[in-house]
Antibody, heavy 119, light 108 residues
Framework: EVQLVESGGGVVRPGGSLRLSCAASGFTYDDYGMSWVRQVPGKGLEWVSGVNWNGGKTVYADSVKGRFTISRDNAKSSLYLQMNSLRVEDTALYYC????????????WGQGTLVTVSS | SYVLTQPPSVSVAPGQTARITCGGNNIGGKSVHWYQQKPGQAPVLVVYEDSDRPPGIPERFSGSNSGNTATLTIRRVEAGDEADYYCQVWDSSSDHVVFGGGTKLTVL
């Protein structure tokens, strides 16, 4: 059974940093690209970032480019999102997701970790 | 950047057919994927690559894509189908994933 478990969310001040983690299990991790998708409570889905199977290719939404860094550790079957210079508008539930075809679509989602940016 | 447009809401009576549209410039030239999200839950993939269904998704769910509109069709709608539905494409020109704004399906 595919499982994606996020952690690392919390409350942070504007301008602060946070690192999200996602532990994957139930599949051959390095066979897949991975993505982060976020959702402001009550609002729609917003793609944040994606990484290919070996970490050699990363892509970012314009809203986070230059502030967020996606990475992965295939030996640990883990995905990360380093978030710097956080803004109030980054407040959202962040989903870890398994990507098909180098990020073309998502076939499995975690349950999400909540990030709140507030002074 | 590529934009996907969905109606905010669609209402249908139980047993009837719901059609949720997703508009985009020449979307027929892209692969469209659809997700269902129930309150308090993570999204679930219900249709991928325009019209394919993942294992476990009922045959009542189907998709089509042509011209400037993709459509998710849910036949014999049940109360349990009430949810938000999102369309999604991959924009090759920007290498970005794009989601539509979502459609709330209400079963009357």
């Amino acid at each position: 059974e595919v499982q994606l478990v996020e952690s690392g969310g919390g409350v942070v001040r504007p301008g602060g940093s946070l690192r999200l983690s996602c532990a994957a299990s139930g599949f051959t991790y390095d066979d897949y690209g991975m993505s982060w998708v976020r959702q402001v409570p009550g609002k729609g889905l917003e793609w944040v970032s994606g990484v290919n199977w070996n970490g050699g290719k990363t892509v970012y939404a314009d809203s986070v480019k230059g502030r967020f860094t996606i990475s992965r550790d295939n030996a640990k079957s883990s995905l990360y999102l380093q978030m710097n210079s956080l803004r109030v508008e980054d407040t959202a539930l962040y989903y870890c997701s398994r990507a098909v075809g180098d990020g073309v679509y998502v076939d499995y989602w975690g349950q999400g970790t909540l990030v709140t940016v507030s002074s | 950047s590529y934009v996907l447009t969905q109606p905010p809401s669609v209402s249908v009576a139980p047993g009837q057919t719901a059609r949720i549209t997703c508009g985009g410039n020449n979307i027929g030239g892209k692969s469209v994927h659809w997700y269902q999200q129930k309150p308090g839950q993570a999204p679930v993939l219900v249709v991928y690559e325009d019209s394919d269904r993942p294992p476990g998704i009922p045959e009542r769910f189907s998709g089509s894509n042509s011209g400037n509109t993709a459509t998710l069709t849910i036949r014999r709608v049940e109360a349990g189908d009430e949810a938000d539905y999102y369309c999604q494409v991959w924009d090759s020109s920007s290498d970005h994933v794009v989601f539509g704004g979502g459609t709330k399906l209400t079963v009357l």
